[in-house]
């Protein structure tokens, strides 16, 4: 039986690492500049309305439809991709694909940029109102509306409801771990712990968690920025051969040199390309579903939003991750089977080995519990898709029951499903996508022509009357 199971393991990680080198890797690659020449390179030319409509409106108030403000449903998406993924999925990518890995990292992301605006963009298109009165959306609601394929819609909902499952005990037991090295609590202590913050969050719906979010998650990422930032600039006259050794080893192997076991370039490409798409979820359709709720009058005006989260949370969070471990060495000195460490030990070296591990422990800790908060909001609204409300809150306690499961190291067997689950979201999500691109770009243009273009003629028309004045 032992023999059978192996076996089976065997082939699911052969079949995963075949999708994700080739096929995914591809079209998400491919999708994405396809994407990308059909809004214009619309992220790029945009880019500085896109800051003035995020950042620079965090605080202003809108009439328009909608649960939730902007910004708190930007949280929301946020605190399911910043966490566990840029902290302690970084340092993995790098072991096993090398300083080339985050070459490909950034490549997702500046072209997931427009996968993730095109997703939010064609969700706030087609969301509507649930039994309760609540704006909900996502990619099951436009394959379904806009090209009638109600059986994808179908799967990419019942895939994703079964893929949060290992997900969430993964982030669980991630988490359950480093508090038991650290500071020695037992796993099923914090596994209770965790699932009593949870229920306490998801049980209040999307207003809750969005409460929640909108200010924990935003202080969080500045911390973790600020001290990482910190270790980088005490050790800047490494960032030269750092940014040699990741451009080169995009493209050429690398040697194995102390701890590190050396890379190939396909495993640059299949790390740096999955560790790109987890860490900000472009192309997976999850963004949609928090954004649904949003309240705005444009769609294009919230999908802006996806192109800033991408930005934050692969450019910013995950670069300021992996240029920690790489100009301080820990990188070269922590083996494979002990990377998940590799951040703790980084920063260690300049505010010492007790700090270090402390505090990524505390941070884990605050962003899993936030992440695991949204990824059951996630799991709630396919299983309402698929069936009703309250078939999704039966879902709702298997979600959190995972997450004590997943923090004692139960059911390690259904996390081997992961990487072959989410490439099952991805293929039901980003194909319909592409399918979609006309309707994707004719509303671009409306945005960039009716909103934009207005917004911009009436600033230079008030400053016309304002030098006027002046003389």
Same mark, same amino acid.
């Given at each position: 039986?032992?023999?059978?199971?192996?076996?089976? +393991?065997?082939?699911?990680?052969?079949?995963?690492?075949?999708?994700?080198?080739?096929?995914?890797?591809?079209?998400?690659?491919?999708?994405?500049?396809?994407?990308?020449?059909?809004?214009?390179?619309?992220?790029?030319?945009?880019?500085?309305?896109?800051?003035?409509?995020?950042?620079?409106?965090?605080?202003?108030?809108?009439?328009?439809?909608?649960?939730?403000?902007?910004?708190?449903?930007?949280?929301?998406?946020?605190?399911?991709?910043?966490?566990?993924?840029?902290?302690?999925?970084?340092?993995?990518?790098?072991?096993?694909?090398?300083?080339?890995?985050?070459?490909?990292?950034?490549?997702?992301?500046?072209?997931?940029?427009?996968?993730?605006?095109?997703?939010?963009?064609?969700?706030?298109?087609?969301?509507?109102?649930?039994?309760?009165?609540?704006?909900?959306?996502?990619?099951?609601?436009?394959?379904?509306?806009?090209?009638?394929?109600?059986? +994808?819609?179908?799967?990419?909902?019942?895939?994703?409801?079964?893929?949060?499952?290992?997900?969430?005990?993964?982030?669980?037991?991630?988490?359950?771990?480093?508090?038991?090295?650290?500071?020695?609590?037992?796993?099923?202590?914090?596994?209770?712990?965790?699932?009593?913050?949870?229920?306490?969050?998801?049980?209040?719906?999307?207003?809750?968690?969005?409460?929640?979010?909108?200010?924990?998650?935003?202080?969080?990422?500045?911390?973790?920025?600020?001290?990482?930032?910190?270790?980088?600039?005490?050790?800047?006259?490494?960032?030269?051969?750092?940014?040699?050794?990741?451009?080169?080893?995009?493209?050429?192997?690398?040697?194995?040199?102390?701890?590190?076991?050396?890379?190939?370039?396909?495993?640059?490409?299949?790390?740096?390309?999955?560790?790109?798409?987890?860490?900000?979820?472009?192309?997976?359709?999850?963004?949609?579903?928090?954004?649904?709720?949003?309240?705005?009058?444009?769609?294009?005006?919230?999908?802006?939003?996806?192109?800033?989260? +991408?930005?934050?949370?692969?450019?910013?969070?995950?670069?300021?991750?992996?240029?920690?471990?790489?100009?301080?060495?820990?990188?070269?000195?922590?083996?494979?089977?002990?990377?998940?460490?590799?951040?703790?030990?980084?920063?260690?070296?300049?505010?010492?080995?007790?700090?270090?591990?402390?505090?990524?422990?505390?941070?884990?800790?605050?962003?899993?519990?936030?992440?695991?908060?949204?990824?059951?909001?996630?799991?709630?609204?396919?299983?309402?898709?698929?069936?009703?409300?309250?078939?999704?809150?039966?879902?709702?306690?298997?979600?959190?029951?995972?997450?004590?499961?997943?923090?004692?190291?139960?059911?390690?067997?259904?996390?081997?499903?992961?990487?072959?689950?989410?490439?099952?979201?991805?293929?039901?999500?980003?194909?319909?996508?592409?399918?979609?691109?006309?309707?994707?770009?004719?509303?671009?243009?409306?945005?960039?022509?009716?909103?934009?273009?207005?917004?911009?003629?009436?600033?230079?028309?008030?400053?016309?009357?304002?030098?006027?004045?002046?003389?």
């Amino acid at each position: 039986m032992g023999q059978l199971w192996s076996s089976i +393991v065997e082939l699911i990680s052969t079949v995963s690492d075949f999708l994700w080198i080739y096929l995914l890797s591809a079209i998400l690659i491919f999708g994405g500049i396809f994407l990308t020449i059909r809004i214009k390179f619309f992220q790029f030319r945009f880019f500085g309305h896109v800051l003035h409509q995020t950042i620079g409106q965090i605080f202003k108030k809108t009439k328009a439809k909608g649960t939730i403000t902007p910004f708190q449903a930007f949280t929301s998406a946020l605190a399911s991709t910043a966490g566990a993924t840029n902290i302690v999925g970084v340092p993995i990518a790098i072991s096993l694909g090398g300083p080339g890995a985050l070459f490909w990292m950034w490549l997702v992301a500046l072209i997931g940029m427009a996968t993730k605006y095109s997703e939010i963009l064609l969700g706030m298109k087609y969301r509507e109102k649930n039994e309760k009165n609540i704006w909900v959306g996502g990619p099951q609601y436009y394959i379904k509306k806009a090209l009638g394929w109600k059986w +994808v819609s179908s799967a990419f909902a019942f895939f994703l409801m079964l893929e949060l499952i290992p997900s969430t005990m993964v982030q669980s037991n991630s988490i359950a771990t480093q508090t038991e090295g650290a500071f020695g609590w037992p796993v099923y202590i914090t596994g209770a712990v965790m699932c009593a913050a949870i229920a306490i969050v998801v049980f209040g719906g999307i207003q809750r968690i969005a409460k929640v979010t909108d200010k924990m998650v935003p202080g969080m990422v500045l911390i973790y920025i600020s001290v990482c930032l910190y270790v980088i600039v005490v050790n800047a006259d490494q960032l030269p051969n750092v940014f040699g050794l990741i451009f080169t080893h995009a493209f050429t192997p690398i040697s194995a040199a102390g701890g590190f076991a050396g890379a190939g370039i396909a495993q640059a490409l299949r790390w740096g390309t999955a560790r790109g798409l987890y860490s900000n979820e472009a192309g997976i359709g999850t963004a949609p579903i928090a954004h649904a709720a949003a309240k705005t009058d444009h769609p294009s005006r919230q999908a802006l939003w996806g192109i800033f989260s +991408v930005f934050v949370d692969t450019i910013v969070i995950c670069t300021i991750s992996g240029l920690t471990v790489l100009v301080t060495g820990a990188w070269r000195e922590v083996g494979g089977s002990d990377a998940s460490n590799m951040i703790n030990i980084a920063i260690g070296t300049e505010f010492g080995d007790a700090f270090g591990g402390a505090f990524i422990t505390v941070f884990l800790l605050f962003f899993v519990v936030t992440t695991i908060g949204v990824l059951t909001f996630y799991g709630e609204k396919q299983a309402e898709y698929l069936f009703n409300l309250k078939f999704a809150k039966g879902m709702r306690i298997v979600y959190i029951l995972s997450v004590f499961v997943g923090a004692i190291g139960g059911l390690k067997f259904v996390w081997q499903f992961l990487d072959l689950l989410l490439a099952f979201v991805l293929l039901a999500n980003i194909i319909p996508l592409l399918f979609l691109h006309k309707e994707i770009a004719q509303l671009t243009d409306d945005y960039v022509n009716r909103v934009y273009k207005k917004r911009t003629k009436k600033k230079d028309i008030q400053l016309f009357h304002e030098e006027e004045d002046a003389s």
